[in-house]
C-alpha cells in the first residue's frame, strides 16, 4: 500500500461511515485546502448497464446557484442566428470557418450548439467532437433554432451529465468557496434531474452509491437513504 501523505493523515473522515448529505457537503469544504478553488464532486453510483441503449442515463440539469466556472460556448450558425448567438455571449460563433479552426485541432470551447441547418456541417466533427463529449444533440438543446436561449443557458449554470461504462455519473455541482446552502441546492437538483431520467430497462435498486469529495480531498460516502427513495 502508498504511504498515506501528511495531508491524507489529516482527513478524519470514517471511509465506512455513511454521512447525511448536509455532514458531507461541510466536510467536502472543509478538506478542500488546495492553492486554487476546488470544485466540489457528486458520484451517483446506478443500477444500469450503459452498454443497453434502453439503460442509458443522459440529460441536462441547470444548477440553481450556477457552477463557478467560466463556461466558454461555440456556435455553429449563420445570419441572423448567428447575431443571436454573439447577442446571447457566444465565445465563438461561425460555419465553415469554425469547421476548418475545430478540424486543426483547435477546440478553445467547453459547450457547442448548432442550428439544425448547421448539422450536416457539424457531423463531419463527430469523430473529433464525439469523444470529448462536445457533439450537438437536440435531446440535450444543444441543437436549436433557439440559440439566444442555448448560450444563456450553457453559461448560467447548465451541466450534462452523463452515465460511464461503470454506471457511475461524474458531476461538479459548484466550487469549495459556495456557501453549504448553494452547494446543497444544486445536490439536489442534479440528484432529482438524474432520479427522473431513470431509464425504462433499469432493474433492481437504481441509485446505489453516492459520494461527495472536492477536486483534491477524500471520498465521503453519503447515505443514500436521505437522497433518493427509488
Not at 60 to 75: D, E, H, M, S
Not at 180 to 201: C, H, I, M, Q, T
Amino acid at each position: 500500500m502508498a504511504k498515506l501523505t501528511k495531508k491524507q493523515k489529516s482527513w478524519a473522515v470514517d471511509a465506512e461511515k455513511l454521512y447525511g448529505v448536509d455532514e458531507a457537503i461541510a466536510l467536502a469544504k472543509q478538506y478542500a485546502t488546495a492553492k486554487f478553488d476546488e470544485t466540489i464532486e457528486v458520484a451517483l453510483n446506478l443500477g444500469v448497464d450503459p452498454r443497453h441503449a434502453d439503460q442509458m442515463v443522459r440529460g441536462v440539469v441547470t444548477l440553481p446557484k450556477g457552477t463557478g466556472k467560466t463556461v466558454r460556448v461555440a456556435v455553429f450558425a449563420k445570419g441572423a442566428k448567428a447575431d443571436e448567438a454573439r447577442e446571447a455571449g457566444a465565445d465563438i460563433v461561425g460555419a465553415e470557418d469554425l469547421l476548418e479552426t475545430v478540424q486543426g485541432g483547435n477546440i478553445d470551447f467547453d459547450r457547442c450548439i448548432a442550428t439544425p441547418d448547421m448539422m450536416g456541417l457539424v457531423g463531419r466533427l463527430g469523430k473529433v467532437l464525439g469523444p470529448k463529449g462536445l457533439m450537438p444533440n437536440p435531446k440535450l438543446g444543444t441543437v436549436t433554432m433557439n440559440v439566444g436561449q442555448a448560450v444563456k443557458d450553457a453559461k448560467g449554470g447548465q451541466v450534462e451529465y452523463r452515465v460511464e461504462k461503470a454506471g457511475i455519473i461524474h458531476s461538479g455541482i459548484g466550487k469549495a468557496s459556495f456557501p453549504a446552502e448553494d452547494l446543497r441546492a444544486n445536490f439536489d437538483a442534479l440528484v432529482d434531474a438524474v432520479v427522473k431520467a431513470k431509464p425504462s430497462g433499469a432493474k433492481g435498486k437504481y441509485v446505489k452509491k453516492v459520494a461527495l469529495s472536492s477536486s483534491m480531498g477524500p471520498g465521503i460516502k453519503v447515505d443514500v437513504a436521505e437522497v433518493a427513495t427509488v
